[in-house]
């Protein structure tokens, strides 16, 4: 790969921040003998000693990577992990402390609400500054004017101070400007969340379409979907490292599995149950390999069987047990309930111990997978509105890339490839 074919160039950047205190008001008095001793000061300074200093933390530290021109890369990682950090060093609005980064090429960057944006200006004073900061002259500003307009959808607003304008509004245009005014590299922090749903679904499909473009996008997210659907690497930061890279399937899988060991004893405990309400409580779950044994893999094609243990602490009429499958990322497989075979009805059940299995043939694709557990009255008995205990993300459990005579997967779109009945014959 040569250097032209790169626009991101990454090599050990660090950043390192003073925390806990804050300068107190000094006089003129107290200023000037602090000036005269500077030099002497930095002299017996000790680099070491600052590093190891409890009052510095270092947002990113050793970070190196490179994108090439083009190429739509993801971050990902937890509040904290030095994501807005690492793209404001890039967009030159903070310096490293140790490091460099090399942008090749003109950087358009959608951060905090608010970033290059002057709020005594209106806004379409505002979208011809920012054009001029990329570098772009009137006309090429002019051809774009009326589609960054009608993007915003803020045309009776256009000429008002943008600081008068509401969160939405201004993002929605900053959004437009970001994404319209054709720079070569985009960088785009997670202020999407700011908009109302429809409005991220448009700011999903124009970074689609700007990837198409073949433009670089940097973009930082917490939405899982919309890093596997959009970008062809990701990057993992967790406290100002990369702790992974690759594919984003398999970053996204690792991140969200992280930190939740494999649990094979399956026990619910007390901080598990959302909103209990003192009827029923789960006590179990676990996943069942076909000899009965728990784990937490399976292989394609095999059925999900799920042994719960509950516990009714109150005389309960009418109740069913739900199991609701979602993907890591939060994408419902299905929810399933137990009076939904014909052969179940709902549960009457004085106190006691309880066990309940349920056996689904689902094919479901490779991936990483998690089950919530519910227990509710059915509808037209007393408390039908409420959950008597529900209980979110007990288990985890993965689902291999080939089946258990050792057939790897074809690839697909979805979540689930039921396994249909085919007939082909020849008629003639």
């Not at 404001?88 to 090429?105: D, M, N």
């Amino acid at each position: 790969m040569t250097m032209s074919d790169i626009a991101i160039h990454v090599e050990n950047l660090s950043k390192r921040y003073r925390i806990g205190q804050r300068e107190p008001y000094k006089a003129l008095r107290d200023v000037l003998p602090q000036f005269i001793t500077a030099p002497f000061r930095r002299l017996r300074r000790n680099p070491q000693s600052e590093i190891r200093n409890p009052q510095f933390i270092w947002a990113l530290k050793d970070v190196s990577f490179e994108v090439k021109r083009g190429e739509v890369v993801g971050i990902i990682g937890r509040n904290g992990a030095g994501k807005t950090t690492l793209l404001k060093v890039l967009s030159r609005i903070t310096e490293p402390t140790e490091g460099y980064a090399e942008i090749h090429g003109r950087v358009g960057s959608l951060l905090e609400v608010g970033t290059g944006f002057h709020p005594e200006l209106t806004g379409r004073e505002n979208i011809y500054l920012n054009g001029a900061i990329l570098g772009m002259k009137k006309r090429e500003i002019d051809r774009k004017f009326d589609e960054i307009v009608a993007f915003a959808e803020i045309e009776k607003f256009i000429d008002t101070p943008v600081k008068f304008y509401s969160s939405g509004m201004y993002v929605r245009l900053a959004f437009a400007v970001a994404a319209h005014l054709e720079p070569e590299i985009l960088l785009v922090d997670e202020v999407l969340a700011v908009g109302d749903a429809a409005f991220q679904k448009k700011c999903l499909g124009k970074m689609g379409d700007v990837a198409k473009e073949g433009r670089t996008v940097l973009f930082v997210s917490h939405n899982m979907r919309a890093i596997t659907d959009l970008c062809q690497r990701c990057l993992w930061l967790n406290e100002g490292e990369i702790v992974h890279e690759g594919a984003p399937q398999q970053v996204v899988l690792a991140y969200l599995s992280s930190g939740r060991p494999e649990r094979l004893d399956g026990i619910i405990t007390s901080d598990m149950h959302t909103y209990p309400q003192g009827h029923v409580y789960f006590r179990r779950v676990a996943l069942l390999d076909g000899e009965g044994k728990p784990v937490t893999t399976l292989f394609f094609g095999e059925p999900l069987r799920i042994l719960m243990e509950f516990e009714v602490c109150r005389p309960v009429q009418g109740m069913r047990l739900i199991v609701v499958i979602e993907t890591l990322d939060g994408t419902t497989v299905g929810a399933f309930h137990h009076t939904d075979d014909s052969k179940q009805r709902p549960i009457d059940a004085q106190p006691g111990k309880y066990m309940a299995y349920m056996e689904v043939d689902l094919s479901l694709m490779p991936g990483g997978y998690t089950l919530h557990l519910v227990a509710k009255p059915v509808p037209g008995y007393w408390g039908s509105g409420m959950s008597w205990d529900w209980v979110q993300r007990p288990l985890d459990f993965y689902v291999e890339e080939f089946s258990n005579d050792g057939h790897p997967v074809l690839p697909s779109g979805g979540v689930v490839r039921p396994m249909a009945r085919w007939d082909i014959r020849r008629v003639q």
